[in-house]
């Protein structure tokens, strides 16, 4: 028998199935953040929390999953409503008897070069993903990826993104010791003068296991750079469809 685990809540069981949430702000979710800074507190239906949705939290401890899910993650600006609730959701939904695990780890404003072996940003997500897997005995079973924003204000950064992010794929599945890790990217929806650059490396990589969805077109806030609550919703079932398609079932 299993030994019980001091670290969890008595009322809380462990996930089954963990997924990491990584990249910058439109994965730490900017959805209802007004331009005063705050969250607008807004939760559509697709978001609610569920019972078999979790989320590991800064301090290393598997808790009830809500909105907004990086606060204290993120801490540098205010979080609202990203695509990590309505991806969980619409998983479980699919996934009977399956408790869905988040691991949190995105940060607003940081480029690829920021997520290298090495980097701060990079050794916390590889722990947090460990640390996720020693306190509940589940199984990560994909990398969620929206990153590259600010990767296309120069020439420069757009044209060594493919190479960059190839290089952090190969070292988080060597890290986690998941040579097969499912990663699913996300194609920017928004950025600067060398965006296309950026979205056609991120369409353009061809490795196993690691696919794209295409954020292109879905609506952002006055800011023209983050996804509005509502596209958030989408996005978060544009993952999952992608993760139920390719990857579901599969070890």
Known sequence: MEAPNPDQKSDIQNPTQIFILSGQSNMAGRGGVTKHHHWDGV??????????????????????AREPLHADIDTRKACGVGPG?????????????????LVPCAVGGTAIKEWARGEELYESMVARSKESVNKSGGRIKALLWYQGESDASTDHDAEAYQQNMEAFISNVRED?????LPIIQVALASGDKYKEKVREAQLGINLQNVVC???????????????TTEA????GHMLAEAYLKHFAGSD
């Open 176 to 180: 986690l010791e998941l040579p097969s």
């Open 43 to 64: 939760v559509p239906h697709e978001c609610q929390p569920h019972p078999s949705i979790l989320r590991f939290s800064a301090k290393l401890h598997w808790e009830p």
């Open 213 to 227: 969805v295409d954020a292109k077109g879905l609506h952002l806030k006055e800011d023209h750079l983050h996804l």
């Open 85 to 101: 609730m309505s991806f969980a959701n619409a998983v479980v939904a699919r996934a009977e008897g399956e408790r869905v695990g």
């Open 232 to 235: 958030q919703v989408k996005l």
